[in-house]
């Protein structure tokens, strides 16, 4: 069974780093799309960085600039580099991706537990 595994969150003071990794593992035969997605208390899940199997990334104008998304598909990681953190940016981070499986044609969409990011002085 495929699984996504987030880490790297924490208390950041503003303008700080941090570098959140997400692990895919199970019997994996390709991942295409992946994003990371935020969820702040009481609002909307959103997007904050995508990348297609192609590269092409995507951030919206909230994050242009300060957060970049990488992917080792080697070793079947995510990353999202998170640079001049504002205390806006606090949210519970999700991974998610679009995994084909070994033995299927088929892609299914999976998501990380989250891990919490926290920017505050």
């Known amino acids: 069974q495929v699984q996504l595994v987030e880490s790297g969150g924490g208390l950041v003071q503003p303008g700080g780093s941090l570098r959140l990794s997400c692990v895919a593992s199970?019997?994996?035969?390709?991942?295409?799309?992946v994003g990371w997605y935020r969820q702040a208390p009481g609002r909307l899940r959103e997007l904050v960085a995508s990348?297609?199997?192609?590269?092409?990334?995507y951030y919206p104008t909230s994050v242009n600039g300060r957060f970049t998304i990488s992917r080792d598909d080697a070793t079947n990681t995510v990353l999202l580099q998170m640079n001049s953190l504002k205390p806006e940016d606090t949210a519970v981070y999700y991974c998610?991706?679009?995994?084909?499986?070994?033995?299927?044609?088929?892609?299914?969409?999976?998501w990380g537990q989250g891990t919490q990011v926290t920017v505050s002085s």
């Open positions: 998610n991706a679009d995994i084909q499986e070994l033995g299927t044609p088929v892609q299914n969409n999976y």
């Open positions: 199970g019997r994996i035969a390709s991942i295409n799309f």
């Open positions: 990348m297609t199997s192609g590269g092409i990334t």
